[in-house]
């Protein structure tokens, strides 16, 4: 379309300047905003990796490049959930098989950002500080669009209490934790293949019933996952067998539901291709280590 007669270059660059005011965006932050969507697109070209090598080659560059987004835009939930579910990823699956004490303090920041996420999302941090009965009405307050804050940061705030288990202070938050995932399995059950249940899988399952574990709904809970996943994601059956299966003695379940992992197919869901392949790495060194594990 041709400018209007009289429509200057220097007018022009003076509006933009105004709207970008009566914004109060600068100018980094519509950068680091307008790099949304290559930042979506890299998540799921990682995800649909199959070389374990070079994901985990890849992905600290990936999260140095959302935090650098983030040092442009602080306030941006969306940036701060990919930052928590990223650390969370990395840790988990790169990282603590070999060195739990980086891996907790990867976890430990994957949960600062997911929390900065929370309260823009409507959670304040003195809700989550405070009693469990005004934790309880605050999540209550929340809605479904708070579902990614809240597993990510329960997700990696549990893996960092579990790293801390001789931590009585640690311990405590546990029962935060737990309320932050019921509110995400009454929001939206089947977020993440159904990964709220999957932590329950293990919540009840890795405890004897003495202390506070329950095999019943353990087991319920991690048939839930797997069929709001269809079977796809493996690391289910995975953590059946690490967390269920081992804790009641049932070797031959464990090796079947492991052996069923290496056998599965690859490929049956390309966006957890990296999801699944860390999962057959697990399971063949479960069974690897079978004998001593019963």
């Not at 140095?64 to 941006?76: F, G, R, S, T």
């Not at 579910?85 to 907790?104: K, Q």
Request: charged share 25%; with cysteine.
């Amino acid at each position: 379309m041709p400018l209007r007669k009289g429509w200057r270059a220097p007018a022009c660059a003076a509006l933009a300047l105004a709207l970008l005011a009566l914004t109060g965006c600068s100018t980094s932050q519509l950068v680091a905003r307008g790099a949304s969507p290559l930042v979506e697109q890299g998540m799921v070209a990682m995800n649909r990796e199959t070389d374990l090598e070079l994901a985990r080659a890849s992905i600290p560059a990936n999260l140095k490049m959302i935090e650098a987004l983030l040092l442009a835009d602080p306030q941006n939930s969306g940036y701060r959930v990919e930052a928590a579910m990223g650390f969370y990823g990395y840790a988990l699956g790169f990282v603590e098989p070999t060195d739990p004490e980086r891996a907790a303090a990867l976890y430990r920041r994957a949960r600062d950002h997911g929390l900065i996420a929370l309260e823009r999302a409507g959670l304040p941090a003195a809700a989550l500080a405070g009693d469990l009965g005004r934790l309880d009405e605050a999540l209550g307050k929340l809605d479904a669009r708070a579902v990614p804050a809240l597993f990510w940061t329960a997700s990696a705030w549990a893996k960092y209490i579990e790293l801390h288990l001789d931590d009585p202070a640690r311990l405590d938050e546990l029962p935060r934790v737990e309320r932050m995932m019921r509110r995400v399995l009454a929001l939206d059950e089947t977020y993440y293949y159904g990964g709220a249940h999957l932590f329950f899988g293990v919540y009840y399952g890795a405890r004897a019933p003495m202390f506070g574990g329950d095999y019943v709904r353990a087991a319920r809970h991690f048939d839930r996952a797997a069929a709001i996943g269809h079977g796809r994601m493996l690391l289910v059956e995975v953590y059946r067998a690490r967390y269920l299966l081992r804790q009641t003695g049932d070797r031959q379940a464990f090796h079947a539901v492991l052996q069923r992992v290496l056998d599965a197919p690859e490929g049956a869901d390309p966006d957890l291709n990296l999801a699944n392949a860390l999962a057959r790495k697990e399971a063949a060194a479960l069974l690897a280590k079978e004998e001593e594990l019963f």
